[in-house]
């Protein structure tokens, strides 16, 4: 490399090869920097003088993606152990770590109203008893439906879908959540009974417009009595303002939700509807 003489404006273009250490002081520049194995300068001896590392420290990359493989099986290693316990969503967690309004009530499955389940699983996953944590069938139709009306796919998520969801993953409509959702609620469906799945989902919906969250909370916001004490109506009007109780109302319902909620009662009574819990007669 030619010697630089102090004031003159000669272009550099060169790489300086080194042992890996800081770069103290380059006679006639003004220069700072770290490189682990050489730097490249461009400029004029009178300008500045920027360093380009050479190479990616292959231990960042890994300590990345190792962290990452973490973040991804971590959930698959913890919903066995959610056979018991009280479970929270990550939205209940994150309104707690917030400082925002969050009421949650647990109550089991055999405390509940027998009309909760039925009307709940009439409302958001009919075959629920049938599936496999994703329901094949209803997906395809609604993708076809997507497809023939030209609008964006949603719909279709299983009630088992919304647990590992609600338990694990962000709320919104993005591909990469769907990506992770649809291995780990069949997962989900393989490690927990069918019943532990409903209860903790009934535990951990989203139920009210204040921070309510299960139907031991939304309850008593809305008819102030207990989950046990539901009569059918008021358990498909909590039904009708999934999945969105912000916008929808057990408490003050409009039309459209007390139009829902006439459909959800005759489903749930339905014969045909079935059922892999033991109801609370």
């Given amino acids: 490399m030619p010697v630089i003489k102090k004031g003159s404006r000669t272009k550099i273009r060169r790489t300086i090869l080194y042992a890996p250490a800081p770069v ?11 490189g682990p194995n050489y730097h490249r300068l461009n400029g004029e001896s009178r300008g500045r003088v920027s360093f380009h590392a050479g190479k990616v ?30 479970p929270v969503s990550t939205l209940m967690a ?3 770590l917030r400082g925002a309004p969050m009421q949650r009530e647990w109550i089991d499955l055999a405390a509940m109203s027998p009309y909760l389940p039925r009307a709940v699983v009439a409302a958001e996953d009919a075959h629920f008893c049938k599936h496999h944590g994703i329901d094949w069938g209803a997906l395809r139709e609604a993708i076809d439906d997507a497809q023939e009306d030209g609008t964006p796919f949603r719909g279709a998520s299983t009630i088992t ?17 769907k990506a992770l959702e649809f291995p780990l609620a069949l ?8 019943p532990r799945i409903l209860e903790i989902y009934l535990n951990i919906a989203e139920l009210g417009p204040q921070g309510q969250f299960g139907v031991g909370a939304a309850s008593a916001y809305a008819f102030g009595k207990s989950a046990a004490a539901l009569s059918p109506r008021e358990a498909a009007l909590l039904a ?23 459909t ?9 509807l079935a059922t892999c819990w033991r109801e609370n007669r």
């Fill in 187 to 194: 997962w989900i469906d393989l490690v927990l009974p069918k």
């Fill in 161 to 177: 879908q919304q647990v590992a969801k609600n338990l694990f993953l962000w709320q919104g409509r993005d591909f990469v959540r």
């Fill in 57 to 86: 420290d292959l231990r960042i990359v890994k300590i990345l993606l190792v962290a990452l493989a973490v973040v991804i099986l971590a959930p698959y290693v913890i919903a066995p152990f959610y056979r018991t316990g009280h």
């Fill in 240 to 262: 009708s303002i999934l999945p969105n109780p912000v916008k929808r109302s057990a408490k003050t319902p409009g039309p459209g939700v007390r139009r829902l909620a006439g």
């Fill in 94 to 96: 994150w309104r707690s």
């Fill in 264 to 272: 959800y009662v005759a489903r749930a009574q339905a014969s045909s």
């Fill in 24 to 34: 103290n002081r380059l006679e006639g520049l003004k220069s700072a920097g770290k």
